[in-house]
């Protein structure tokens, strides 16, 4: 084992039923690091960022999530195939077999804290098996100050046990990998899978059911900025649809690129300490911020590299979704304590495959909570086995793998924000333009960002005020002009050059909506439902 300069202070594990284990706390990014290498459980890029494999799975394994059943959630957890039940007997079996493989290890333990909000903050205690994940703990929630170390007794603590593989027919598990969600307990219990991300998503999910019912506050799956003015935007958006880039903005400082509440004062906070973005693809000329972010204390994830340590980051022999995590500091422009105030524009982010969204339309109220419940994206061609052609992807609330709670009740919490705040909420394509994958081609990032600032400083209302066009298919209000882009990139039909072609796409995905949105019907009022785009 290489040398450690332990901190002064140790903590005892008896109490989880870890009598035996060698603990080492509250180690530093750079021990965490060089220990790392020293296991050769990684290896350092020539950027300086540890790079690491997560081995058999490089990203979440929904339906290998858990939450167990009992007097807490039974009556309020929305049961099915996100959130599945798992006895509380099960679990206490479970957790003692995972307590009994990691007794006799050398154990990375970190108390953190989620929600940069002190009166919401949650105290957590990570115990992790590898020094890698103890790195992406430090990167990802928020830092202790040493004196706040005192005592410290958390409200919840994970135990990540990456290399502990369960027996599905003895254990209740659907295969050898888990993470499961005990709200008596308050313990998050992750085993057979060395993802990162599962970490990080175990804490969101408990905080999306805590934050709602006990506080009176809305819990988002988006990034937020500030501007200069003090206003602040969301970005709603699933994975590939550009929430990290968008809201990582020279101009704004950012309060966080992920995991953010809304509270009934009407303030905006992050949950996290860091930034856990997707790096396929990433360039230095398109992305600055992340790609500079990318340093010493930095993680990256199933990135490929030649023997000098260059990274190849269009290479995704390993995975798509190659990550990064670095704690927030590492981004120049951040907002102080990462609250923001005054939520004035909402962005939904899709990447449209079908190229029938307009790349920036303004939601009435319906629509806006139609579309996030609906929280629409699109898969293309060759990003799984067996999709041969674009794929319409819906999760509810942007989020649905991490919501507790049925979509309707997050719903209803936003609508409500929204019209007490005064929000304008827009709908942004960052996908496909001139015809769907394969014969148009991917919106330009800088229009994107000319559209969103145009939203952001008012320029875009003004030059359509009461002269939007309705898109006639899903009912949108549609600018004619914005500035510092193109007339002709604004009306999707008009990209396409083929009246049939787009009408008959745009119908087939409108019909996706619809399908989609009937486990939905019963919970939603007549104005929701007036948001549903028009099928004939």
Same mark, same amino acid.
């Given at each position: 084992?290489?040398?450690?300069?332990?901190?002064?202070?140790?903590?005892?594990?008896?109490?989880?039923?870890?009598?035996?284990?060698?603990?080492?706390?509250?180690?530093?990014?750079?021990? /965490?690091?060089?220990?790392?290498?020293?296991?050769?459980?990684?290896?350092?890029?020539?950027?300086?960022?540890?790079?690491?494999?997560?081995?058999?799975?490089?990203?979440?394994?929904?339906?290998?999530?858990?939450?167990?059943?009992?007097?807490?959630?039974?009556?309020?957890?929305?049961?099915?195939?996100?959130?599945?039940?798992?006895?509380?007997?099960?679990?206490?079996?479970?957790?003692?077999?995972?307590?009994?493989?990691?007794?006799?290890?050398? /154990?990375?333990?970190?108390?953190?804290?989620?929600?940069?909000?002190?009166? +919401?903050?949650?105290?957590?205690?990570?115990?992790?098996?590898?020094?890698?994940?103890?790195?992406?703990? +430090?990167?990802?929630?928020?830092?202790?100050?040493?004196?706040?170390?005192?005592?410290?007794?958390?409200?919840?603590?994970?135990?990540?046990?990456?290399?502990?593989?369960?027996?599905?027919?003895?254990?209740?598990?659907?295969?050898?990998?888990?993470?499961?969600?005990?709200?008596?307990?308050?313990?998050?219990?992750?085993?057979?899978?060395?993802?990162?991300?599962?970490?990080?998503?175990?804490?969101?999910?408990?905080?999306?059911?805590? /934050?709602?019912?006990?506080?009176?506050?809305?819990?988002?799956?988006?990034?937020?900025?500030?501007?200069?003015?003090?206003?602040?935007?969301?970005?709603?958006?699933?994975?590939?649809?550009?929430?990290?880039?968008?809201?990582?903005?020279?101009?704004?400082?950012?309060?966080?690129?992920?995991?953010?509440?809304?509270?009934?004062?009407?303030?905006?906070?992050?949950?996290?300490?860091?930034?856990?973005?997707?790096?396929?693809?990433?360039?230095?000329?398109?992305?600055?911020?992340?790609?500079?972010?990318?340093?010493?204390?930095?993680?990256?994830?199933?990135?490929?590299?030649?023997?000098?340590?260059?990274?190849?980051?269009?290479?995704?022999?390993?995975?798509?979704?190659?990550?990064?995590?670095?704690?927030?500091?590492?981004?120049?422009?951040?907002?102080?304590?990462?609250?923001?105030?005054?939520?004035?524009?909402?962005?939904?982010?899709?990447?449209?495959?079908?190229?029938?969204?307009?790349?920036?339309?303004?939601?009435?109220?319906?629509?806006?909570?139609?579309?996030?419940?609906?929280? +629409?994206?699109?898969? $293309?061609?060759?990003?799984?086995?067996?999709?041969?052609?674009?794929?319409?992807?819906?999760?509810?609330?942007?989020?649905?793998?991490?919501?507790?709670?049925?979509?309707?009740?997050?719903?209803?919490?936003?609508?409500?924000?929204?019209?007490?705040?005064?929000?304008?909420?827009?709908? $942004?394509?960052?996908?496909?333009?001139?015809?769907? +994958?394969?014969?148009?081609?991917?919106?330009?990032?800088?229009?994107?960002?000319?559209?969103? =600032?145009?939203?952001?400083?008012?320029? /875009?209302?003004?030059?359509?005020?009461?002269?939007?066009?309705?898109?006639?298919?899903?009912?949108?209000?549609?600018?004619? $002009?914005?500035?510092?882009?193109?007339?002709?990139?604004?009306?999707?039909?008009?990209?396409?050059?083929?009246?049939?072609?787009?009408?008959?796409?745009?119908?087939?995905?409108?019909?996706?909506?619809?399908?989609?949105?009937?486990?939905?019907?019963?919970? =939603?009022?007549?104005?929701?439902?007036?948001?549903?785009?028009?099928?004939?």
């Amino acid at each position: 084992m290489p040398q450690i300069n332990q901190i002064t202070k140790t903590i005892s594990l008896l109490a989880y039923g870890i009598p035996s284990a060698t603990v080492h706390y509250q180690l530093s990014p750079d021990e /965490l690091h060089q220990i790392s290498l020293d296991l050769q459980q990684g290896v350092e890029s020539k950027m300086g960022a540890l790079a690491i494999r997560t081995g058999e799975f490089t990203g979440r394994s929904p339906k290998d999530r858990f939450i167990v059943k009992d007097a807490i959630t039974q009556d309020m957890v929305w049961w099915g195939d996100i959130n599945i039940p798992f006895s509380p007997s099960a679990f206490d079996k479970l957790y003692t077999k995972v307590v009994s493989y990691l007794n006799d290890k050398e /154990l990375y333990v970190r108390d953190s804290y989620a929600c940069s909000d002190p009166n +919401y903050r949650l105290k957590i205690r990570i115990i992790n098996e590898h020094p890698w994940s103890n790195l992406f703990a +430090y990167n990802m929630f928020l830092r202790p100050e040493p004196s706040e170390l005192v005592d410290f007794n958390p409200d919840w603590t994970i135990i990540n046990a990456p290399g502990f593989m369960a027996i599905s027919k003895e254990d209740g598990t659907r295969q050898h990998n888990f993470a499961i969600l005990n709200f008596t307990k308050k313990i998050v219990l992750i085993g057979g899978t060395g993802y990162t991300g599962e970490i990080k998503k175990g804490i969101f999910s408990a905080l999306n059911f805590l /934050l709602p019912v006990y506080k009176n506050t809305l819990p988002m799956h988006c990034s937020a900025n500030v501007g200069a003015d003090g206003n602040t935007s969301l970005f709603f958006g699933l994975s590939g649809t550009g929430k990290t880039t968008l809201s990582t903005d020279p101009d704004r400082k950012l309060i966080g690129d992920d995991e953010h509440g809304w509270t009934a004062e009407n303030t905006i906070f992050n949950f996290e300490g860091g930034c856990y973005a997707k790096v396929i693809n990433l360039s230095k000329s398109k992305e600055p911020e992340i790609y500079k972010a990318i340093k010493k204390g930095a993680i990256l994830e199933n990135v490929v590299m030649d023997n000098t340590g260059n990274i190849d980051f269009t290479n995704k022999s390993i995975t798509p979704n190659t990550r990064v995590s670095y704690p927030i500091h590492h981004i120049q422009n951040i907002q102080p304590n990462s609250i923001g105030k005054n939520p004035k524009n909402i962005f939904f982010l899709t990447a449209d495959a079908f190229g029938v969204l307009p790349p920036i339309s303004k939601l009435t109220p319906g629509q806006a909570a139609y579309h996030f419940i609906s929280g +629409y994206t699109a898969k $293309v061609a060759g990003t799984e086995a067996g999709i041969n052609e674009p794929k319409p992807i819906f999760s509810a609330c942007f989020g649905a793998p991490f919501m507790p709670l049925h979509p309707t009740k997050y719903a209803e919490m936003l609508s409500a924000k929204m019209k007490s705040s005064g929000v304008t909420v827009w709908l $942004v394509n960052t996908g496909w333009t001139g015809g769907p +994958y394969g014969i148009g081609e991917r919106m330009p990032l800088k229009h994107t960002r000319a559209m969103i =600032a145009a939203a952001m400083d008012g320029s /875009l209302e003004a030059a359509n005020k009461n002269n939007y066009h309705i898109h006639s298919v899903f009912g949108v209000l549609q600018p004619r $002009v914005c500035p510092n882009v193109p007339t002709e990139l604004l009306s999707p039909r008009k990209t396409w050059k083929n009246d049939t072609a787009f009408y008959k796409t745009a119908f087939q995905l409108s019909k996706s909506f619809v399908e989609n949105f009937k486990q939905f019907e019963e919970f =939603a009022n007549p104005e929701i439902m007036r948001g549903a785009p028009n099928l004939k």
